[in-house]
């Protein structure tokens, strides 16, 4: 194993905390997302070893696999002929488990505290800061890293008070020109979303950027995000993540397959023209060339079947268009490389420090920048004022990471009675706050049958001429989306969807308008 810096006194490094830092990640190697973003292993370990074995192992973690074994380190280690060397240098596996033997990894957070103070020290030190009387301090095995920056900061501070009154504002007025033009080369333009107004509203999926959508409870929130996830995914071939606390995997799954099946965005990559419900899909329902439904055979006497599940399918293969066409789907989605999209069941621990764990996974392991919450609410409470907290964690680390989100919340029974063009934030009770933290706010509901005298719309393609004013078909459904806030650009107009959720089809016909009297 490696030896210390000769050139460092004993004081200022501490081996044994860097050492059951490193062991502590292995024996629960999730715990890098928590802080590999906040290590700098050039100055936090002073020792040649540990800083290699950090090194390789934020490496192994993100780019070759999420558990720690002996066979798989030593495929990873055997990648590089100079990672080898040296992992063969300081006695391999045998030093791993050495280090984890020392570690208890629920006490990570104090071996962190002590590598980083200790870091601090030596480079507070190297650049000449008095640190000697800091590391004789009676209480120093009490600091914290935070109490160390202070100390210097303090002295540096009073010095810049006196010397340098401080930091100068930035001028925004000295450079706008080429701020303009750089917007030729890359338009602050997200991407795409499958609804033209929205899209234009919000100027696409930015990164940085939040966007919530408010629906009444089983409204289709859920169904309205997936093909938004859905077209991210296969249609921009982009890489996203759907959490949750509410749909399991084979909801999720089924509603997929139904989204890419009907709606004509995909129809057109995957080439099959067909409507079918979820229902027919997942109740395994199919129909022969004649339009019969075809059934599994069985003895109306005894009750049995009559037809293994095989001997089913392949007579099904045989005389059902729909079911090959279904099938020709669902290969096409299974084909596609480089649009993925992952989903993870949180379950019931959905608290702000899962989210924020599972959304920096995602983009550090796995390169994701598009991402969505369903549901936001409560953790372990019914106290609405505690989704402000996570809305404020989700901006903030979506900020950080360049990450988009769009996250779905339920709106108060009572907006049921509220007329589409009074929806606003006073809908989302006490949580109304959160619409200050956001990019963007949504507020929708589905339309009265009743109340379809009230409104009109103007269509999506009227481009020419004054737009024509077009009645609602009492035949059709119909969903209006408020937009309550939009950093974006405009929030005039209410985009209107013509929506089938059987189908899961969202389609954006054009805006909603008072009917005219």
């Known amino acids: 194993m490696g030896g210390e810096d000769q050139n460092a006194s004993f004081s200022d490094i501490n081996v044994a905390a860097e050492i059951c830092f490193i062991g502590a990640l292995l024996k629960q190697p999730d715990l890098i997302i928590n802080y590999s973003n906040f290590m700098r292993s050039k100055y936090d370990f002073s020792d040649p070893a540990t800083r290699f074995f950090y090194d390789s192992i934020e490496t192994y973690y993100l ?72 590391l004789s301090h009676r209480n120093f095995d009490k600091m914290s890293p935070t109490d160390i920056y202070r100390i210097i900061r303090t002295k540096a501070d009073k010095i810049n008070t006196v010397i ?31 609804w033209p107004i929205l899209n234009e509203m919000f100027r696409g999926c930015r990164l940085g950027k939040v966007v919530f959508n408010g629906f009444l409870s089983n409204a289709g929130k859920s169904r309205n995000l997936m093909l938004l ?12 993540l759907l959490l949750s606390n509410e749909m399991d995997e084979d909801d999720l799954e089924s509603c997929l397959i139904t989204t890419v099946v009907n709606n004509e965005c995909f129809q057109k990559l995957h080439g099959v023209v067909m409507n079918k419900p979820e229902k027919e899909i997942v109740l395994g329902v199919y129909k022969n060339r004649s339009g019969k ?38 290969n096409w989605i299974d084909q596609q ?22 959304f920096r996974k995602a983009k550090m392991v796995q390169g994701i920048e598009y991402c969505a919450y369903d549901t936001m609410k409560g953790f372990r409470t019914d106290d ?45 009770a006490n949580a109304k706050q959160m619409k200050h933290v956001v990019d963007a706010l949504m507020i929708g509901k589905a339309i009265n049958k009743d109340d379809y005298s009230k409104y009109q719309y103007i269509a999506i393609d009227d481009e020419w001429g ?22 974006g650009g405009n929030k005039k107009f209410i985009p209107l969807f013509e929506i089938n959720l059987d189908y899961n089809i969202w389609d954006e016909v054009g805006y909603l308008i008072k009917k005219q009297r």
């Open 164 to 194: 340098n009154a401080g930091e100068e504002a930035v001028e925004l007025t000295s450079d706008t020109t080429s701020h303009v033009k750089k917007y030729l080369v890359q338009p602050d333009m997200g991407l795409s979303m499958p």
């Open 229 to 240: 996830a859905a077209y991210i995914t296969l249609v921009k071939n982009e890489k996203f």
């Open 63 to 134: 780019t070759f696999s999420q558990t720690v074994e002996e066979t798989k380190m030593n495929v990873f280690m055997s990648q590089n002929e100079e990672r080898l060397r040296m992992y063969r240098l300081y006695k391999g596996w045998g030093t791993l488990q050495r280090y984890m033997s020392l570690a208890d990894e629920n006490d990570v957070k104090n071996y962190y505290d002590t590598v980083k103070k200790y870091s601090l020290v030596r480079e507070y030190g190297r650049n000449g800061f008095p640190v000697n009387k800091i």
């Open 466 to 487: 004054e737009p024509v004013p077009n009645d609602l078909d009492l035949s059709k459904e119909y969903f209006a989306i408020v937009v309550d806030k939009n950093r």
């Open 293 to 330: 439904i075809m059934r599994r055979k069985i003895n109306e006497e005894t009750g049995k079947w009559e037809e293994t599940p095989e001997e089913f399918e392949e007579r099904l293969l045989n005389d059902s268009d729909e079911y090959n066409n279904i099938l020709k789907i669902t």
């Open 384 to 428: 609405w004022s505690t989704i402000k907290q996570t809305a404020t964690k989700i901006k903030e680390v979506m900020k950080e990471l360049k990450m988009f989100c769009w996250s779905v919340f339920q709106l108060t029974d009572e907006t049921v009675f509220t007329d589409i063009f009074s929806l606003s934030s006073n809908n989302i």
């Open 337 to 358: 490389r480089d649009g993925k999209l992952f989903f993870k069941d949180v379950g019931t621990d959905y608290s702000d420090a899962t989210l924020e764990f599972e």
